[in-house]
């Protein structure tokens, strides 16, 4: 494997702005520095988002700032049903609101907002008119981040433009959702979410694709999250498997996508360890154009179901599990 693990504290950046240390680490290593960045204002990129899936719904929260926007958005999924609904709201950018643990966004009809204490995470949001007649109502904590966490920096090829992840899978949810007249439950004994922190400078035109999983396989919390389409990652891939609250470092991931994205792709890892079939359910579609931002969003929620290797050589089989899958376009 071609990895640089990284297990010591570091700045991001030196003061030319260019990235010290590309790779990978299990916990957040590097120092955000917002001021040594070298870019306008606008290119500058930060989000927070999080999401839920259960068997029956999902839901995602996500507050971002893209430099020349702002935006708040959510979604919910019926997954039985198969139907869904997005709402955004974007206003201009103004002075960095992401640096908080508690960031919040308040509209004429909407409130949302994320607070973080320790390693739980608080969601309030609220949305008039989300559906149909009916409000969005969502009150959530995500109980404890487990042990290890997924942290990569990638730079592009002058190092002063890059992307700094952290991925935090298989925390255990707890609350309600309201969404078109019904109330929803998380149960923190089988129902877990996701934070998916981004920080970076790159270019106007990117294509990524980032598929994740958090779930229980024989009671055991287990998910996976696994993509490409950011920079130079000769350092380290971003892909991983979760499992009781470690991290099993995978290498590269490839997905096969036929013509018909809602036909079954196939999901390989060039090191063997990871090899599945993902069937989508359900395309959750968004388009934003504002300015000079144009975001063609597909994220595909379905099943999948194979095989992840841990690093002491067992088996997961994947029956089944609840997933989704990111195709996302953007120019911004």
């Not at 570091?10 to 001021?35: H, I, K, M, N």
Request: neutral net charge; aromatic residues 12%; charged residues 25%.
């Amino acid at each position: 494997m071609r990895n640089t693990i990284l297990r010591e504290d570091t700045e991001l950046l030196d003061e030319q702005g260019r990235v010290t240390s590309p790779g990978f680490a299990c916990r957040s290593l590097w120092r955000y520095d917002r001021s040594r960045i070298q870019a306008s204002r606008v290119r500058i990129k930060e989000w927070e988002y999080y999401l839920v899936m259960t068997d029956e719904f999902a839901a995602a929260f996500t507050l971002g700032d893209l430099g020349y926007l702002r935006m708040a958005s959510i979604s919910f999924l019926d997954l039985v049903k198969k139907t869904d609904c997005t709402r955004t709201a974007l206003k201009p950018a103004g002075a960095p609101f992401l640096q908080e643990k508690v960031i919040s966004w308040t509209g004429k009809d909407m409130m949302l907002r994320f607070e973080t204490e320790g390693k739980s995470h608080h969601i309030w949001c609220w949305w008039k008119n989300f559906a149909g007649h009916s409000d969005f109502r969502a009150d959530l904590r995500f109980l404890d981040e487990p042990v290890d966490s997924m942290n990569i920096v990638t730079p592009w090829a002058d190092r002063k433009k890059f992307y700094y992840n952290t991925k935090i899978n298989c925390m255990p949810a707890a609350g309600t959702i309201v969404c078109n007249w019904h109330v929803w439950h998380l149960d923190p004994e089988k129902d877990s979410g996701i934070l998916d922190r981004g920080r970076g400078v790159w270019p106007y035109r990117i294509h990524w694709y980032w598929g994740t999983c958090s779930t229980m396989v024989d009671g055991v919390p287990f998910g996976f999250s696994i993509g490409y389409g950011f920079g130079d990652t000769s350092a380290a891939s971003e892909n991983v498997i979760f499992y009781d609250g470690r991290i099993h470092k995978l290498d590269d991931i490839a997905f096969e996508i036929p013509a018909n994205p809602m036909l079954p792709w196939t999901v390989n890892s060039s090191d063997g360890r990871f090899e599945a079939v993902f069937t989508p359910e359900l395309d959750r579609s968004a388009r934003i154009s504002a300015l000079v931002v144009d975001s063609k969003q597909h994220q595909y929620f379905g099943r999948i179901t194979g095989t992840a290797v841990l690093d002491d050589g067992r088996t997961i089989v994947m029956q089944d599990l609840r997933c989704a899958v990111e195709d996302i376009r953007n120019r911004y």
